[in-house]
């Protein structure tokens, strides 16, 4: 069972910048396939970014080239970078888990297993 805590969201003006971080506990990072989603009220989770199990990254259209996603599996910790940060990147910030085994291929499409409670990010 993984557990996934996310932290860093708050409100910033735009073309801030903000960085969220998720805290994974009862599995190592290096072994899963996580990845950063949103949600407006109203709205289905949309995927943003994905990161494999070697570090490999992927990126939806609507914010590449501004937000950067990492992990550091000394810290079992996911990291979502955002700079140049809009009114449309207003959102509840959802980092998700999934086990590298148990999946094809690691895309923000990914069917994630393991969720985060969210963090709000609020843009002005």
């Known amino acids: 069972q993984v557990q996934l805590v996310e932290s860093g969201g708050g409100s910033v003006q735009a073309g801030g910048a903000l960085r969220l971080s998720c805290a994974a506990s009862?599995?190592?990072?290096?072994?899963?396939?996580m990845g950063w989603f949103r949600q407006t009220p109203g709205n289905e989770r949309e995927p943003i970014a994905a990161?494999?199990?070697?570090?490999?990254?992927s990126y939806v259209d609507s914010v590449k080239g501004r937000f950067t996603v990492s992990k550091d599996n000394a810290k079992n910790t996911l990291y979502l970078q955002m700079n140049g940060l809009k009114a449309e990147d207003t959102a509840t910030y959802y980092c998700?888990?999934?086990?590298?085994?148990?999946?094809?291929?690691?895309?923000?499409?990914?069917?994630?297993?393991?969720w985060g409670q969210g963090t709000q990010v609020t843009v002005s």
């Open positions: 998700a888990a999934a086990n590298r085994w148990s999946i094809l291929v690691c895309t923000p499409g990914t069917n994630f297993g393991y």
């Open positions: 990161v494999d199990f070697d570090g490999s990254t």
């Open positions: 009862g599995y190592t990072t290096s072994n899963l396939c």
